[in-house]
């Protein structure tokens, strides 16, 4: 009989085990909605210092400049919706803590 409750208690903490998995992988999808965003900086352009390459690759670099520009210019947009983001988490955290600390009377 002893060997059937080692069994049944094994058997209940693996089972135990697979839902607290399964509760940490479904979190972890449901977090992932409210997941703080990442921007990357774009690469700096190359500009050569010799002149004779700089004119021979003219369009080329003049290219690359143009869309880093347009890069960065996202970049910036990027970091402003997380800021954004943050402060608004920051005060939804805020509020939540405030009603906690309320909830013990204090």
Do not use: N
Request: with cysteine.
């Amino acid at each position: 009989m002893s060997i059937f409750k080692v069994s049944w208690a094994f058997w209940r903490a693996r089972l135990h085990g697979i839902r607290s998995i399964h509760t940490i992988v479904f979190l972890i999808i449901l977090a992932g909605g409210a997941s703080a965003q990442t921007c990357f900086a774009p690469a700096r352009p190359f500009a050569p210092s010799d002149p004779q390459s700089a004119q021979e690759y003219a369009d080329l670099i003049r290219t690359d400049f143009e869309v880093y520009i347009q890069d960065i210019q996202s970049y910036f947009r990027c970091l402003d919706d997380e800021r954004a983001r943050a402060f608004q988490e920051a005060r939804e955290v805020s509020e939540e803590y405030g009603r906690f600390l309320g909830s013990l009377g204090r």
